[in-house]
């Protein structure tokens, strides 16, 4: 059965994006961009992307995918992506892009079918995350901690949990991050 793996970076204060929904703080971090071999093998057991709407924003802008979509598999390969969102954005050319609209629970079996025996990947953001949470689909917190403060922004998952819902199943030390993993208790 697939997990649904929330894995992200955040600030020490708790913020994935600025005020402006801005990564650049993740990219001024030695290491912010990414692709260590731990990495590599958890995308290695990723079948299918999910992702809100500002999170596909950025990276399309960041990036400027929609004029080098060739860009695309860089970031995630051919794995299916799954876009949370209410308005409407432009797919990726190429890409297995699919937009959904409403809650998490109306596309989970097909998220879960076309992932296979691998893992669902929430790329982002916060919300989205917590949509999960709240529908008990969330299995894992995978969050990298960066030594910057952004005072306000994007909050990294805007739920409240008590510490009867969190099993911390890891440490680890990459670089400049703090990689913290957790267990999601239903």
């Known amino acids: 059965m697939a997990r649904v793996i929330f894995y992200t970076a955040t600030t020490l204060d708790g913020y994935l994006a600025d005020e402006a929904d801005s990564l650049d703080w993740l990219f001024a971090v030695p290491g912010g961009e990414g692709g260590d071999a731990d990495f590599q093998t958890f995308l290695d057991g990723i079948g299918v992307l999910v992702q809100g709407s500002t999170t596909y924003q950025w990276v399309l802008d960041h990036e400027d995918l929609i004029a080098h979509p060739e860009k695309w598999p860089a970031f995630y390969g051919p794995r299916p992506t799954w876009v949370f969102t209410t308005r409407e954005l432009p797919a990726v050319p190429g890409a297995d892009v699919r937009f959904a609209a409403g809650p998490v629970t109306d596309y989970w079996s097909q998220i879960r079918e076309a992932a296979g025996h691998l893992d669902v990947w929430v790329v982002g953001g916060g919300d989205l995350a917590g949509q999960f949470v709240d529908a008990g689909l969330l299995d894992e917190i995978r969050v990298s901690v960066a030594p ?34 957790y267990a999601v208790r239903s």
Request: glycine share 12%.
């Open 148 to 181: 910057a403060t952004l005072g306000a922004g994007r909050p990294l998952l805007p739920r409240r949990f008590g510490a009867d819902r969190l099993k911390l199943t890891d440490v680890r030390r990459n670089g400049q991050f703090a990689e913290l993993t």
